[in-house]
């Protein structure tokens, strides 16, 4: 007599709200990034409109005169302004959270992203900090795994910060035989 496992109904699909979609889990609360990372990417973009601007100018007067310069400059300060304003929001998006098992990164202003990045697949742990990043006292912390598609980056940490959280991920990933 063969009997048939019995099968359990699968859960009701609960419709989530995209605040629970991309928050914390319940009873947690995001890791934020540096408020001078509002500054790093500010600064960005008007190094990009101090360079490119008079250089496109250039390349555009040559071709559609003094009208074309005109529409130059003002797409160059549409474009400064849209950065300033995003650098906010970019900002307010970014989060991390180190649970028991894995790593949480959420970011993305358009596109929402949550990246979990479990220990034991993480094979190193590296942080950067480019000229900008130096002068702000900023650094980058990023986590590589076997597959590039699921390392995960968090920019814009306070130096002393940045360096506690590689010794940090490092140490869960040598105890889930990551690194």
């Given at each position: 007599m063969n009997e048939q496992p019995q099968m359990m109904p699968p859960e009701p699909y609960r419709q989530r709200s995209r605040e629970e979609a991309f928050g914390p889990p319940q009873g947690a609360?995001?890791?934020?990034?540096?408020?001078?990372?509002?500054w790093h990417r500010r600064l960005s973009a008007l190094a990009v409109v101090v360079l490119g601007g008079p250089l496109g100018a250039l390349v555009v007067s040559r071709?559609?005169?003094?009208?074309?310069?005109l529409l130059w400059t003002a797409a160059v300060l549409i474009g400064f302004v849209l950065a300033w304003v995003a650098a906010e929001q970019e900002f307010q998006a970014w989060g991390f959270l180190e649970r028991a098992d894995?790593?949480?990164v959420?970011?993305?202003v358009f596109?929402?992203?949550?990246?979990?990045?479990?220990?034991?697949?993480?094979?190193?742990?590296?942080?950067?900090?480019?000229p900008l990043e130096q002068v702000l006292?900023?650094?980058t912390v990023r986590l590589h795994t076997a597959a590039?598609?699921?390392?995960?980056?968090?920019?814009?940490?306070?130096?002393a910060v940045a360096d506690q959280l590689r010794d940090r991920l490092a140490r869960r990933g040598d105890e889930g035989s990551g690194l």
């Open positions: 609360q995001w890791w934020r990034l540096s408020p001078r990372y509002r071709s559609a005169g003094a009208a074309g310069v894995d790593l949480v959420t970011s993305g596109g929402r992203r949550v990246v979990i990045v479990p220990y034991g697949r993480m094979q190193f742990v590296d942080v950067t900090s480019g006292g900023l650094a590039a598609t699921t390392d995960a980056r968090i920019p814009g940490l306070p130096t």
